[in-house]
């Protein structure tokens, strides 16, 4: 079945540096795919997402290409911030309303000052 | 922003009792969803929700489960007979015409059963 891979955590950086989490997917057909993002005390919120091969998706800095030869998902960001400091979820999914999330374990970053 | 909101935050149980996890999706939503993580695992999927009926479940969505839209404003997930496996985080979930494309969580629920 669609699966989702994405790298172990947690990931401690300084302040400025540069972040990548690593995602890859499997998955039949051609899934949507996601980054959520849990702020402590928090419920999961949409990052970024991108619908089809090639696009970019971005935002509050990060971005994530779809790459479909890959089949990766890889979020990045040039320059964290503390309050960058969170719990990262890679997520697939199908492209009909009210299907199912497949998401990745999650990945911590810790981000100091 | 509008919120999905979960009651209860945490929710002790012992094993063998059922419990109810509310949920009040936002208002114009139209898809409902729950999800669950235990410890140190990846969330995982249980159920969606759509025009008052099931309209996709997981196979850990078994006949101990169920859910309902009991005055269209709730959205509760209930454990009839609860199991120390059953421990977890619950997330409901709601989304809009955009359905797929952008879920709107609750803070979860801890659940703990004992």
């Known amino acids: 079945g669609d699966s989702v891979t994405q790298m172990e955590g947690p990931v401690t950086l300084s302040e400025e540096a540069f972040l990548t989490i690593n995602c890859t997917y499997t998955?039949?057909?051609?899934?949507?795919l996601f980054w959520y993002v849990q702020y402590p005390g928090e419920g999961l919120q949409l990052l970024l997402k991108?619908?089809?091969?090639?696009d970019k998706g971005s935002n509050k800095g990060f971005e994530a290409t779809y790459r479909k030869e890959t089949t990766s998902f890889h979020l990045e960001k040039g320059s964290v911030q503390v309050s960058d400091s969170a719990v990262y979820f890679c997520?697939?999914?199908?492209?009909?309303?009210?299907?199912?999330?497949?998401f990745g374990k999650g990945t911590t970053l810790s981000v100091s000052s | 922003e509008p919120e999905v909101t979960q009651t209860p935050s945490h929710q002790v149980t012992q094993m063998g009792q059922e419990v109810i996890l509310r949920c009040v999706p936002i208002?114009?939503?139209?898809?409902f969803y729950w999800y669950r993580q235990i410890l140190g695992q990846k969330v995982e999927f249980l159920v969606s929700?759509?025009?008052?009926?099931?309209?996709?479940k997981s196979e850990i969505f078994d006949d101990q489960f169920s859910v309902e839209r009991p005055d269209g404003s709730n959205f509760t997930l209930k454990i009839r007979s609860t199991k120390l496996e059953d421990s977890a985080m619950y997330f409901c979930?709601?989304?809009?015409?955009?359905?797929?494309?952008?879920?709107?969580f609750g803070s979860g629920t801890q659940l703990s059963v004992l």
């Open positions: 979930a709601s989304s809009g015409a955009a359905g797929y494309e952008k879920l709107f």
């Open positions: 998955a039949t057909g051609y899934p949507s």
């Open positions: 991108a619908t089809k091969a090639d």
């Open positions: 997520a697939l999914s199908g492209n009909q309303a009210g299907t199912a999330l497949i």
């Open positions: 208002s114009n939503h139209l898809y």
């Open positions: 929700f759509y025009n008052n009926e099931i309209s996709e």
